[in-house]
């Protein structure tokens, strides 16, 4: 997410509050076409390593795409969709942490 520019990056550990899923990744794009490319790129990256997703949607409008792989659901939200939809407020009670790029 971060080696495409994604913007505020976290994730939720939702063990404790869930059979779900167990973590949460979530991050803001800025454009469709950023959305594409970070959506790809995981998409890609988890596919070298073996690991397919078991479900995808969104990725026809691009403005919220998630990947499933069972113990972790990645979100990629435009700016938009993301303050729609305020995850982070729906799973407060998880362990939320910041992701930063290592600079």
């Known amino acids: 997410m971060l080696g ?8 939720i550990d939702v063990r404790k509050i869930t059979t779900l899923t167990d973590f949460f990744v979530l991050c803001t794009s800025e454009s469709k076409p950023q959305t594409r490319a970070i959506t790809d790129h995981i998409y890609e990256q988890m ?14 409008s691009l403005n919220w795409v998630l990947l499933d792989y069972v113990n972790i659901v990645v979100h990629v939200f435009s700016r938009e969709s993301r303050d729609y939809y305020d995850i ?4 407060a009670d998880g362990h939320i942490i910041h992701v930063q790029d290592k600079k």
């Open 88 to 91: 982070e407020r729906l799973w």
């Open 47 to 60: 596919k070298e390593e073996g690991i397919n997703a078991w479900h995808i949607e969104g990725y026809e």
């Open 4 to 11: 495409k520019k994604a913007l505020d990056v976290k994730i």
